[in-house]
């Protein structure tokens, strides 16, 4: 039988793939575990990756505004030294700024609830017991509440306890603690200098990956490509930027409505949802959740009051906001936004809340150019 060269050459790229996934599969656990260790070895770097990506945002705005007026070869490499020294300020100011707001606020508070819980079910009992009596048929309740108070104290008394006989085992696990720790440090520094090098470099290590794709890709795909990575990179800037400026916006309405009708930890709540709101859809429940529990302790009343003023901003956010501060930075319908978080918090979190927004977004934004672009070659063909 006469085989050509093409023939001869597809027969063996067969044999070859064939023989790979023979020894993918013998050799697998080999393999996860290299994949597993490549990946702590490069995660560092993707992580200063997307860490010089965020702080270029706030960058682009100190270089292109505040030191626009500073021109020439000289004054760029100073004004690029001037720029990301104030971003970094800017957001350990930030940070500092918040620390100093939120932690004595949250000691304040841990104290006040670890103090006014006992009360609390003692209050809820009286309660339950005047009910009791009034109605018999609630009687199981003041069962229910005796019982959650007996908890209460049986969890006290069990961390007195692991307080006095498990502190032999708190040491024990000190060292491992201790090397998590400066593993974590280790590579967060890592990341900080890799991301201040990216900001520093930008410009030059863009020229360098686009030369290596004008050397080893074709014009077409590199275009398309490069194509894709201008969409994904407004996206991304755009959602970031809107997510933030939305959080502040909900956050400093808490706390202006929080201290008008003069609720307890308005900053500390205010902040809480300002956080949590950069979680798209469902983070700020979560801020409307620990506040309503902790207004609760102080005020029953005051704590349903806090939560009818959380679903009537969350209508003003929802309705008014985030359609016009984010909404329309990612281009991305509603029912998309639910789906885009509802897969990205499955597979990896928060982070994939945060990541699968504008990805899906890219994604649509071309799916929809594709569209428009085959409709106009139908509609020229029927003419």
Same mark, same amino acid.
């Given at each position: 039988?006469d ?23 013998i050799?697998c656990?080999?393999i ?12 560092p ?5 997307a860490?010089?990506f965020?702080?270029?945002i706030?960058m ?35 940070? /500092? ?5 939120v ?8 104290a ?7 009360k ?15 109605y018999?048929?609630?009687?199981n309740?003041a ?7 007996n908890n ?27 090397g ?19 900001l ?27 194509k ?10 755009s959602?970031?930027t809107?997510?933030c400026?939305?959080?502040v ?5 808490f706390?202006?409505s929080?201290?008008i ?5 308005a ?13 798209p859809?469902? /983070?700020?429940?979560? /801020?409307c ?9 102080e005020?029953?009343m ?25 909404g ?7 029912i ?18 945060l ?12 799916i ?9 070659k139908?509609?020229e063909?029927?003419?």
């Open positions: 039988m085989f050509s060269k093409t023939k001869m050459r597809q027969i063996a790229l067969l044999m070859v793939f064939a023989t790979l996934l023979i020894m993918m599969v050799y656990k080999d996860l575990k290299a994949v597993d260790l490549t990946i702590a070895i490069i995660a770097f993707i992580a200063g990756a860490m010089a965020v702080l270029n706030p682009n705005f100190i270089e292109n505004t505040i030191l626009k007026k500073w021109t020439g070869k000289s004054a760029d490499s100073f004004k690029r030294i001037v720029s990301i020294f104030l971003t970094i300020l800017f957001v350990i100011f930030l940070i /500092g700024l918040l620390i100093a707001i932690v004595p606020q949250i000691s304040s508070a841990i006040d609830v670890a103090g006014k819980i006992p609390f079910f003692e209050e809820l009992m009286d309660i339950a017991n005047e009910l009791s009596n009034k018999p048929a609630l009687k309740s069962g229910t509440i005796t019982e959650l108070k209460w104290q049986k969890i006290i008394a069990g961390v007195g306890s692991f307080m006095q006989s498990g502190i032999g085992s708190v040491l024990n696990t000190t060292i491992g603690v201790a998590s720790i400066i593993t974590v440090v280790t590579s967060f520094i890592i990341a900080f200098v890799f991301s201040i090098y990216i520093a470099q930008k410009e030059k290590l863009g020229s360098q990956f686009m030369r290596i794709f004008k050397a080893y890709i074709p014009e077409k795909p590199r275009n398309s490509f490069l894709v990575c201008a969409i994904m990179n407004k996206n991304f800037s959602f970031i809107g997510q400026v939305e959080a916006i909900l956050g400093s309405m706390v202006v929080m201290l009708f003069r609720m307890p930890y900053v500390m709540i205010g902040i809480l949802i300002a956080f949590t709101a950069l979680i859809i469902v /983070g700020a429940f979560i /801020g959740v620990v506040g309503a529990f902790l207004i609760l302790l005020n029953p005051m704590a349903v009051g806090f939560v009818i003023l959380f679903l009537v901003l969350q209508q003003i956010e929802g309705n008014l906001i985030y359609p016009r501060v984010v329309s930075s990612v281009g991305l319908p509603a998309w936004v639910l789906f885009a978080v509802s897969i990205g918090g499955s597979l990896f979190g928060i982070a994939g809340m990541v699968f927004i504008p990805l899906l977004s890219t994604v649509y934004a071309l929809r150019e594709s569209v428009i672009r085959r409709e106009n139908i509609v063909s029927q003419e």
